[in-house]
Structures are given as structure tokens and as C-alpha cells.
């Protein structure tokens, strides 16, 4: 079965330190993996998409890693700020038929509260 | 651009109630999807649409309709609502679904409470 797996479920970390959040998946064929973070009562907002021969991707503070031989990938997150408080969500998406993209399959996501 | 757009932002129904959730898209996107978010849950599809005209079923459809009339607009329909619809629902649209790893973008929710 297709799934998405993210730890720690929630973490808490002092402003400006750095922080890691890690996602470990099953789904195959695999087409690419997305990071999002959603903020409370808001939709979620994409961070990085990496495709399979993509290794690390940045977006800022943001930096992910994808390992697709060990089905692993992580999100540091640098200098951590107040604003970076919220959940980040791992998806995977899978290759559908003939070639096509499949469906998004989400992690429950790690809530992350950044405290000053 | 506005985006995604949902509304209502919030809704209370009581059992048995129907109501429409909208959503409308200015991107001139072909894909779109709804999506429900239950606490301790990842986002699960209800029902998505490659284009107008054409919709097939997710994850977890039953209890709910939708028609795709228009590139923009793709509502999302509760027949008979139930204490298990209780959720937020999430409005996502991106380009084609094919081989190229498009951004999905997600409206802001609508958050519905079923009595």
C-alpha cells in the first residue's frame, strides 16, 4: 500500500535554531516529492517539488533532501523563525497509468512551534 | 491573480442538510481536486476533474457530487450531509496532469461543522 510517513508528529524548537523534519515512503512507482507547509486555518503552500534525480533542493531557509534509493526525505529548516511555525506536510506522488501523474498521497505532516 | 478561491469560509449544517461548496480558479488551470482534512489524518481526495466536462472519483467520494462546467469552477456538492462530513475541505487546481511535476495550488478551506 501507498504510504507517506513523517517524524517527529510535532516538534518545538527556540527561535533561530536549526531543525529537521524527516519522511520516509512506500509509494512506487514514485514520480516526485513535494514539501508544504500549511499555517493554521490557512490551505497549504508548496515549498519544493523534487523529482527523482533531484538530490537537494532550497527555497530559502528551506532546504530538502531526497534519498529515492532508501524511499527517505528531510526538510531542515535553518535559523528558525517565529513565522515558521506550522505543519509541514510531505506528499509523494506516484506515476499513474500510462505514464501520467497519479494521484498525491500525504503525510499527516509534523507540527512544528517555534517559541522566542 | 486571486488564485484558488472557496466559499463560504465556514458553514454549520445540520443532518440531512445539502449545501454547495464553491470554488473558482483564475490560472486557467485544467486539473482540479477536492480534498478533506480530518485531524491526525493526511489530506484525503474526494473527487477530482482533468478539464471541463470530465470529473472521476478519489479516495473517499461517497456522500458527495461535483460537476465541472467550466475551466473555473468546480463545486463540490453534499447531498445529505452527516456528523462524518464534519471536516475542512481544501479546493486544489494545477496544470495538466502528466509527466511534468506541476505546482498545486490550494484555496484557503472551508471549514464545515455537520449537527
Known amino acids: 500500500k501507498n504510504q507517506v510517513e513523517q517524524s517527529p508528529q510535532s516538534l518545538i524548537i527556540l527561535e533561530g535554531k536549526n531543525c529537521t523534519l524527516q519522511?520516509?515512503?512506500?509509494?512506487?512507482?514514485?514520480?516526485?516529492l513535494r514539501w508544504y507547509k500549511q499555517d493554521t486555518g490557512r490551505g497549504p503552500v508548496s515549498l519544493t517539488i523534487m523529482t527523482f534525480s533531484e538530490n537537494t533542493k532550497s527555497n530559502g531557509r528551506y532546504t530538502a533532501t531526497l534519498d529515492a534509493d532508501t524511499k527517505q526525505s528531510s526538510l531542515h529548516i535553518t535559523a528558525s523563525q517565529l513565522s515558521d511555525s506550522a505543519s509541514y506536510i510531505c506528499v509523494v506522488r506516484s506515476v499513474g497509468n500510462g505514464g501520467s501523474q497519479g494521484n498525491l498521497i500525504f503525510g499527516k505532516g509534523t507540527k512544528l512551534s517555534v517559541k522566542p | 491573480n486571486a488564485g484558488v478561491t472557496q466559499t463560504p469560509k465556514f458553514q454549520v449544517l445540520k443532518t440531512g442538510q445539502s449545501m454547495t461548496l464553491q470554488c473558482a480558479q483564475d490560472m486557467n488551470h485544467e486539473y482540479m481536486s477536492w480534498y478533506r482534512q480530518d485531524p491526525g489524518m493526511g489530506l484525503r481526495l474526494i473527487h477530482y476533474?482533468?478539464?471541463?466536462?470530465?470529473?472521476d472519483q478519489g479516495e473517499v467520494p461517497n456522500g458527495y457530487n461535483v460537476s465541472r462546467s467550466t475551466t473555473e469552477d468546480f463545486p463540490l456538492r453534499l447531498l445529505s450531509a452527516a456528523p462524518s462530513q464534519t471536516s475542512v475541505y481544501f479546493c486544489?487546481?494545477?496544470?495538466?496532469?502528466?509527466?511534468?511535476?506541476?505546482?498545486?495550488?490550494f484555496g484557503p478551506g472551508t471549514r464545515l461543522t455537520v449537527t
Open positions: 519522511c520516509n515512503y512506500t509509494v512506487s512507482p514514485f514520480s516526485n
Open positions: 476533474s482533468v478539464g471541463a466536462g470530465i470529473t
Open positions: 486544489a487546481s494545477s496544470r495538466q496532469m502528466d509527466d511534468r511535476p506541476y505546482e498545486q495550488y
